[in-house]
Nanobody
């Protein structure tokens, strides 16, 4: 089993920055691809960014590309999401996720471990 705990969310003005962290514990040896997803009120959960274990491949959704950057520190078993130039439409609960499969994916259905989420609110 893998436990994921997100932190770093909060309230920020448009144009500001936040850095989310996701600490993994338990079977961190199986935390291959890791990702960030978000869910806004009344909307479905959507992909934000993902990164493979060796940091050889990353992906970002079109809506955050150029503004958000995913990274990981395997020694610390921690995933990060640097969010710059935040917009009100970025307001959502942000979830960290990982999967035990080795292949990279951006599909939420293929992630089998999830954190509880952290709220990000961007005011205009």
């Amino acid at each position: 089993q893998v436990q994921l705990v997100e932190s770093g969310g909060g309230l920020v003005q448009a144009g500001g920055s936040l850095r989310l962290s996701c600490a993994a514990s338990g079977r961190t040896d199986i935390t291959y691809t890791m990702g960030w997803f978000r869910q806004a009120p009344g909307k479905e959960r959507e992909f934000v960014a993902a990164i493979d274990y060796l940091d050889t491949r990353t992906g970002h959704s079109d809506s955050v590309k150029g503004r958000f950057t995913i990274s990981r520190d395997n020694d610390k078993s921690t995933l990060y999401l640097q969010m710059d130039s935040l917009k009100p439409e970025d307001t959502a609960v942000y979830y960290c996720a990982t999967r035990s499969g080795v292949s990279y994916t951006e599909y939420a259905q293929l992630y089998n471990y999830w954190g509880q989420g952290t709220q990000v609110t961007v005011s205009s």
